[in-house]
């Protein structure tokens, strides 16, 4: 029910605007949160799957390193095609075409026999997803003005760490449950059942999602008026001179299009930590069962949650993106390099990670509502693109650095303290290379 102008005290401009945006923020987000869950789940279940692989294929370190590696590939390559893609067809569309060919993929890896066809399912899943975070975010910024996205941000990126919850969870159960049922090993049960969700979130997003206000029928004339006054305020600011942008072209030509992407090859660094290593690094401190590792693997993402939305609104509240990225990220590579010399504790090891991935979520969630501040509306979507993309590359050499390493000495210790070392730089990059003045925005 809308908030009534004088039971609120607000002019009824403020009080008709909360009311918009949160029935937008109703409408909108959970789908969206659900299908970024299930991403994360397909991308990163293979960390739980890494277990079955072993036993079963023989896979090492280094062979599991290299396979998140070409996943990235596959990424990398397709990622800003995706998103040219999507400035022709529509970001609802776009979404569809990527989860449906995910689900498939997803469910194609049962069927890997040796290391060959584990890196061709790893890069073919990479092709599947490319674009889909980026095309998410554009959609967010033709739904809701800076001052209000990145809350928005911080709500779609709980699909991280609940994807952490439930992917480590269930993967965890399935791998105890149901190996050896129906001839299929643990790990095929995994792709096969976590393969069906994306298909059928598919359906969902082309006949619930549309791609901004003006298409939506469950807004009145006056709320779509309300977001449009908003949004184009908003392209005014972004547009004043010295501030203008002007696609594709302009995007790439930005330098600091390119200094977010150096800091995003940090980003992407401390979330392979996070994402991919979290079991193994607890399965190295002496938790051998299957189902107890998924469940010590839920912990980090569980805290990660609370801190990650209590950045997101601070955030939002202060209009200040820089030090709130940059602190959150520092205190991740202090975690990382404290758990390079942990001793191998369970109880330390875990509360290691717990921090760690609070302070990745926090500083990713408002590290990605930069670029489409900056940005204008048409540069935004490829922008956002590059400067994924560009941290794709150290998320496609970070698993094979730290798989060869633990190969070569035994722990992942070296490695942590190299991944560390990488997110101090993109500290120091984020404040010395964007100003805050450049990031200057208006309440609505």
């Keep these: 029910m809308a908030e009534h102008p004088a039971v609120t005290g607000r002019p009824p401009a403020v009080a008709g605007r909360a009311s918009t945006y949160r029935t937008i923020a109703l409408r909108v987000m959970p789908l969206l949160v659900v299908c970024y869950v299930v991403s994360f789940i397909d991308r990163t279940n293979i960390g739980i799957a890494q277990q079955g692989l072993k036993r079963d294929l023989g896979f090492g370190s280094a062979v599991y390193g290299l396979g998140v590696t070409l996943f990235f590939v596959g990424f990398i390559l397709f990622e800003v095609p995706s998103n040219a893609l999507l400035a022709r067809i529509g970001a609802r569309k776009t979404l569809v075409r990527i989860m449906a060919t995910w689900g498939v993929v997803t469910i194609a890896t049962l069927f890997v026999r040796d290391e060959f066809t584990f890196y061709v399912a790893r890069f073919l899943l990479g092709v599947a997803e490319a674009g ?17 996205r ?15 919850v439930l992917g480590s969870l269930v993967s965890g159960w ?13 790990w095929q049960w995994l792709f096969l059942i976590e393969g069906i969700p994306p298909i059928l979130l598919a359906v969902l997003v082309a006949f619930f999602l549309v791609d901004e206000p003006e298409q939506a029928k469950w807004l009145t004339p006056a709320q ?6 908003d949004l184009e305020a908003e392209r005014s600011s972004k547009e004043a001179p010295g501030k203008r942008h002007g696609g594709m072209l302009a995007a790439l030509r930005d330098p600091k299009v390119w200094i977010l992407g150096l800091c995003a090859c940090g980003a992407y660094t401390l979330a392979n930590a996070v994402s991919y290593w979290t079991p193994r690094i607890i399965a190295e401190a002496g938790v051998g069962d299957v189902l107890n590792l998924g469940f010590f693997s839920a912990i980090p993402p569980l805290l ?6 209590l950045v997101g609104r601070h955030s939002d509240r202060t209009l200040e993106r820089r030090r709130h990225a940059a602190i959150s990220w520092l205190v991740a590579a202090v975690a990382m390099l404290a758990l390079a010399f942990s001793g191998g504790s369970v109880l330390v090891v875990v509360v290691l990670l717990a921090v760690m991935a609070a302070a990745h979520y926090s500083g990713l969630t408002v590290f990605y509502s930069i670029p489409s501040i900056y940005l204008s509306e048409s540069a935004a979507a490829t922008g956002i693109a590059v400067v994924t993309s560009m ?10 650095l730290l798989g060869f390493i633990q190969s070569a000495t035994g722990s992942l210790s070296l490695g942590l303290v190299i ?3 990488i997110v101090l730089l993109a500290v120091v990059v984020l404040l010395v290379g964007v100003k805050a003045k450049d990031l200057k925005e208006t309440r609505d």
Excluded: E, N
Excluded at 150 to 164: D, K, L, Y
Excluded at 224 to 229: P, Y
Excluded at 391 to 399: Q, V, W
């Design 174 to 186: 399935i791998m105890h449950a149901l190996g050896g049922v129906a001839g299929l090993a643990d």
């Design 391 to 400: 941290g794709s590359f150290a998320a496609a050499a970070s698993p094979s």
């Design 304 to 309: 990660g949650i609370a801190v990650m939305l």
């Design 419 to 421: 991944s560390s070392g």
């Design 224 to 229: 779509k008026a309300l977001v449009r006054a």
């Design 132 to 148: 889909f975070f980026p095309g998410a975010l554009y959609l967010l910024s033709r739904w809701f003005p800076s001052a209000r």
């Design 150 to 164: 990145t809350r928005m941000t911080a709500v779609f990126f709980i699909g991280v760490p609940v994807s952490g």
